[in-house]
Structures are given as structure tokens and as C-alpha cells.
T-cell receptor
Framework: GNSVTQMEGPVTLSEEAFLTINCTYT??????LFWYVQYPGEGLQLLLK?????DKGSNKGFEATYRKETTSFHLEKGSVQVSDSAVYFC????????????FGEGTQLTVNP | DGGITQSPKYLFRKEGQNVTLSCEQN?????MYWYRQDPGQGLRLIYY???????QKGDIAEGYSVSREKKESFPLTVTSAQKNPTAFYLC??????????????FGEGSRLTVL
């Protein structure tokens, strides 16, 4: 079956530091890949997505590249801000499962001033 | 504004009681979902519905029930058969035309605590 594995958290960084959150996946077909973000006390919001190999998703300074050869979709940001503190979820969806997403465990990010 | 509304935001229940969580959307989306979130476990799918009057079990459906009588509503009942119901419950919806894209729109969640 499908699965998503994220790097263990929590992650604590200082403002303006470089961020990487690792995500690898297992899928039977050709999934679409997503990063969702959850701010404290809220539901999840889509941050970025990529639908095929070598696609790069980007939004709000965050980027992730769909790497089929390494089955990875690592999230990066060059300079984090305090407002980026949240939980980040990697997820995948396959056409055969409709919009049924498989989520990773989530990674808590805290950015200190 | 269009969106998904979940209620109540916080709910306390005694053991042995059923409780129903409300989810309403005005996005005109065909598909709706219920996820459960536990610390360190990410989100797990309870039930989903791709069309009115039809729904399917997700990965952890035992002890839960749903209905989809209207396009905009997808209530979740946590029954007394659910062994560990204390959790954060998230409802989501998705558009169906042009094929599913995997983009879900989430409500703000309902936190259920069993005393």
C-alpha cells in the first residue's frame, strides 16, 4: 500500500535559518505529492504540490521537487520566519484512490526570533 | 465567504455516550472526508463520501458512522463502540470536476475529549 515517511521532529530553528524537512514515499503507481501546513489550533492548508516527476512546487518561499528516482519530496525554505512555526505534513494521492490522501506523521517546526 | 465549518470546536463526552460532530461546506464540493489526528500519528482517514447518499470506510472506520443526505453536510457520529475516541477530528472537502487533484480544503477541527 501507499505510505509517507517524514523526518522526525520537532525541529527548532532560529529566524533566517535554512529549513529542510525530509519526506519519502512508497506508492504503487504515479502519485501526486503535497505539503500541507497546520498552524496552531487550525485545520490544514495546502502549501504546495507537484503532480509529476521533476515538477517543483513552490509557495510563500517554500519549495519541494518531486524526485521519482529517490521517491522523495523534501520541503525547503531558504530563510524561515517566526510565522512559519507550524506542523508540516507531507502527503500523496493516487488517481486510483480519487482524492484520498495518505499523510505522513507531521513535523513540528518552531522558529525562534 | 466559502469554506468548511465544523462544530463544536470542543466537546466533552462521558464514556458510553454517542456524539455527533457536524461538518458543513458551502464550496459546492462533491467529495467530503473525515480524518482523525493523534499526536505523532499524522492524519488517518475514517470515512469519505464522493457523492450524496454514498460513502466508504477509510482506514479506521470501526466505532464511527456517517451519513451524506445533503451535498453540503457530512456529520460524523462517534459511537460508544469506539475504544479510544479522544482525538482531534478534521473534516475536509474536495472538488470533483476535471478529475481529483488531491487538494483538500479543511475545517478548523473538533477536539473531542472523553472523560
Amino acid at each position: 500500500g501507499n505510505s509517507v515517511t517524514q523526518m522526525e521532529g520537532p525541529v527548532t530553528l532560529s529566524e533566517e535559518a535554512f529549513l529542510t524537512i525530509n519526506c519519502t514515499y512508497t506508492a504503487t503507481g504515479y502519485p501526486s505529492l503535497f505539503w500541507y501546513v497546520q498552524y496552531p489550533g487550525e485545520g490544514l492548508q495546502l502549501l504546495l504540490k507537484a503532480t509529476k516527476a521533476d515538477d517543483k512546487g513552490s509557495n510563500k518561499g517554500f519549495e519541494a521537487t518531486y524526485r521519482k528516482e529517490t521517491t522523495s519530496f523534501h520541503l525547503e525554505k531558504g530563510s524561515v520566519q517566526v510565522s512559519d512555526s507550524a506542523v508540516y505534513f507531507c502527503a500523496l494521492s493516487e488517481e486510483t484512490s480519487g482524492s484520498r490522501l495518505t499523510f505522513g506523521e507531521g513535523t513540528q517546526l518552531t522558529v525562534n526570533p | 465567504d466559502g469554506g468548511i465549518t465544523q462544530s463544536p470546536k470542543y466537546l466533552f463526552r462521558k464514556e458510553g455516550q454517542n456524539v455527533t460532530l457536524s461538518c458543513e461546506q458551502n464550496l459546492n464540493h462533491d467529495a467530503m472526508y473525515w480524518y482523525r489526528q493523534d499526536p505523532g500519528q499524522g492524519l488517518r482517514l475514517i470515512y469519505y463520501s464522493q457523492i450524496v447518499n454514498d460513502f466508504q470506510k477509510g482506514d479506521i472506520a470501526e466505532g464511527y458512522s456517517v451519513s451524506r443526505e445533503k451535498k453540503e453536510s457530512f456529520p460524523l457520529t462517534v459511537t460508544s463502540a469506539q475504544k479510544n475516541p479522544t482525538a482531534f477530528y478534521l473534516c475536509a472537502s474536495a472538488q470533483r470536476d476535471r478529475g481529483y487533484t488531491g487538494e483538500l480544503f479543511f475545517g478548523e477541527g473538533s477536539r473531542l475529549t472523553v472523560l
